[in-house]
């Protein structure tokens, strides 16, 4: 998981385009516009300095060249109900630490590597956020929506397709996870083909460079954020209602920033970690039908 602590200076008495919440994203996508993209020549000599030299100021260059290809990617999770703005800024630090870990050696462009680490950064803070989208409850799961996009990486697998058997077999095998899962998950992850493909007659217009400016207004905005406290206000009455070890389980295992393992709430009911798995199952079940019919009624 990626946090500020792991994210590198990237050069003194500078700092990226602040993006705010709003018409803040707006003018944040309009600045980063104004960073020139790089040759490959020019991206090569880049991080050539920066892992000899550790010159901050080609680490600098590499990142803010980048930085509409985090927005891009960013702007695919909105439909998570998440600040876009929170979104943006954890794909810039997915953007560093592929900046910082790039090497010549990988054989793609940064822009295909970086993609990965974008990808993985946003994907942590979607998990660590609050949402009413059940992305996977076991650890085996979450283990994997975590790690599948990095493993891939090290895999030198940086397209977006159908995984071969024999790396699924492996995946499975590493991540201790059912094969049909790896495939499943696979899917969901995918996004674009490389974001290097040229489109158009020139040349020097790549996918990368399509990013679409959507404009957002005050009030869209403010409903979005009233609807999503109304929801978590409705989530709230639900789990109240509901008998104690079941909410307990919700609350504990789907809810919490550090969810506990099945035997922890195993052991706190004396019960076995296969009971809790059912209880589990069943409590969110039956919290999706009585949410669903709450809203439906409140609509």
């Known amino acids: 998981m990626l946090n500020n602590s792991q994210v590198m200076v990237i050069k003194p008495n500078s700092s990226l385009p602040v ?143 159908e995984l071969e058997p024999s790396v699924v077999k492996k995946i499975a095998s590493d991540l201790v996870v059912e094969e049909q899962d790896v495939v499943e998950m696979n899917r969901r992850l995918g996004g674009d083909t490389s974001l290097n493909v040229i489109v158009g007659d020139s040349d020097d217009m790549e996918r990368q460079d399509m990013l679409v400016d959507t404009r957002q207004n005050i009030e869209s905005n403010l409903a979005k954020k009233q609807e999503i406290a109304y929801k978590h206000k409705i989530l709230m009455s639900c789990l109240k209602d509901m008998p104690e070890r079941e909410a307990y389980i919700i609350k504990n295992r789907m809810l919490a920033e550090n969810p506990q393992t099945l035997e922890e709430i195993g052991s706190m009911y004396n019960i076995s970690r296969e009971r809790v798995r059912q209880l589990e199952k069943k409590a969110f079940d039956s919290l999706s039908v009585l949410f669903k019919q709450r809203f439906a009624d409140a609509a």
Do not use: C
Not at 25 to 45: C, D, G, R, T
Not at 76 to 97: H, V
């Open 19 to 161: 993006v705010a919440d709003g018409f803040g994203v707006v003018s944040y996508l309009e600045k980063i516009k104004k960073f020139p993209m790089l040759s490959e020549a020019e991206e090569q000599a880049l991080v050539i300095d920066f892992k000899q030299n550790n010159n901050l100021d080609a680490a600098h260059r590499l990142v803010v060249s980048h930085l509409r290809l985090a927005a891009k990617i960013a702007l695919t999770y909105r439909r998570y109900g998440l600040p876009l703005s929170d979104i943006i800024s954890e794909a810039n630090i997915g953007l560093m630490q592929a900046v910082k870990k790039f090497d010549l050696s990988k054989k793609v462009r940064l822009a295909t590597y970086a993609a990965w680490w974008i990808k993985a950064a946003i994907n942590d803070f979607v998990l660590r956020s609050w949402s009413l989208v059940k992305i996977g409850t076991v650890a085996a799961q979450k283990k994997l929506f975590y790690n599948l996009s990095r493993i891939k990486a090290k895999l030198g697998l940086y397209e977006n397709k």
